[in-house]
């Protein structure tokens, strides 16, 4: 009988990501987030530093890049309408929602992050080709607030 203990276990590479009324997310290969800064205020009271008080200030949560597989022309068409949509200043539909999944070996998801309020500020895409190796599209966001 194999031993199932450690299916739970997070591996690298497995994921999935779901931009939100994007069917181009089923073909993302690669996911990075920025690590979220929070800055420190320094309200130290008196003459001495020795006695030092600090408080959080302005968190900032950074980009996340989104690699996506290409393996016809129009299969990232909805990325490009989020982009276009965003270029002509359509307010309703410039921001949308990322969410990100760990998985585990059976790709269930055991973790789920929320990139809300995410707004394209890159998209790079690499020219289509036929040859063996994978086209890529790379969209670069900027994260408004991460939830768990």
């Excluded at 591996?11 to 800055?39: H, L």
């Excluded at 539909?93 to 790709?107: E, H, P, Q, Y």
Aim: net charge negative.
């Amino acid at each position: 009988m194999a031993d199932t203990t450690h299916d739970k276990y997070l591996e690298n590479g497995r994921f999935k990501v779901d931009v939100a009324g994007c069917s181009s997310s089923k073909y993302a290969m690669a996911c990075t987030i920025d690590p979220m800064k929070c800055e420190i205020i320094e309200c130290t009271t008196g003459d001495t530093l020795d006695y030092r008080r600090i408080k959080p200030g302005a968190t900032s949560f950074g980009t996340a890049k989104v690699t996506f597989h290409v393996d016809a022309a129009t299969n990232n068409k909805d990325l490009h309408d989020w982009i276009e949509a965003v270029r002509k200043g359509d307010k309703a539909n410039t921001r949308k929602v990322i969410t990100v999944d760990l998985c585990d070996r059976k790709m269930n998801s055991v973790r789920q992050f929320h990139l809300n309020d995410c707004f394209p500020i890159e998209f790079v895409q690499s020219e289509y080709t036929t040859d063996t190796k994978a086209n890529e599209a790379t969209l670069t966001v900027q994260i408004g607030y991460v939830t768990f």
